[in-house]
């Protein structure tokens, strides 16, 4: 129990620096992209860093094994097991039991999601592929799969809107949003790892405005568009 948290300890250690890092050194700062790497491969160090045994890479022991007279001696011994609970099982047991509310909670997004999905058909405007929802919703997307109500908004607002939700596909970003899902399961109870998940997703949205803007999009229309969905 005690190494399993001690992990943890480490891991969440780590994950504070790379958030302070960022929060200090990169947030101020129009590269996106860098800080999107910044965030994935910090956050993977701070998982995998732990795990290794550098000691022994650094230190080799060679230890011999010399049988003693009693190792021939067959001997019964009778041992008497004794359960005990200590403050590392209390904490690891909390830890648990919060872990897996969060994965109930994300399985009833998942659940919504595939609701969502099974509640749209595929359409087309222009040049662009969605799955028209049949009720309101926030414009959002998932993977390659962009969902809207095509009834809510304007003509004028559409394009903006699938051109931005399709920079997210092409991006790949719903994996920065799902790894950082999954960090937070297992690390709820770290407050940092909260602003971390924010400031991801943040910056996903910063680098999306700034790849859209760069194709030539009105910057004026573009913002009365996003402002109008958010609204």
């Known amino acids: 129990m005690e190494n399993v ?72 011994v009778v041992a008497q097991i004794t359960v005990r609970y200590s403050v590392y099982d209390v904490l690891l047991v909390g830890i648990a039991i919060g872990a897996i509310l969060f994965v109930l909670k994300f399985i009833v997004q998942l659940l919504s999601l595939v609701r969502i999905h099974f509640s749209s058909k595929k359409a087309q405007w222009h040049t662009y592929i969605f799955r028209d929802v049949i009720f309101p919703i926030v414009p959002f997307s998932f993977f ?45 109870y770290n407050p940092f790892l909260w602003f971390m998940r924010k400031a991801v997703r943040q910056n996903l949205e910063f680098l999306t405005d700034q790849q859209v803007l760069n194709r030539g999009v009105d910057r004026q229309t573009y913002q009365y568009s996003l402002l109008h969905v958010t609204q």
């Open 144 to 188: 390659n799969k962009i969902y809207l109500h095509k009834a809510q908004h304007q003509e004028i607002e559409l394009n903006d809107i699938l051109e931005h939700e399709n920079v997210h596909v092409k991006g790949l970003h719903t994996w920065d949003v799902l790894f950082f899902e999954i960090l937070l399961v297992a690390c709820w």
């Open 5 to 76: 948290l001690t992990y943890f300890l480490q891991v969440n250690l780590l994950l504070v620096i790379v958030f302070l890092g960022y929060q200090f050194l990169l947030k101020n700062l129009t590269f996106y992209i860098l800080n999107r790497v910044y965030f994935v491969i910090g956050s993977l160090y701070a998982l995998l860093y732990p795990l290794l045994d550098v000691k022994s890479l650094l230190v080799d022991d060679a230890q011999v094994s010399v049988p003693i007279l009693w190792d021939y001696v067959p001997m019964q």
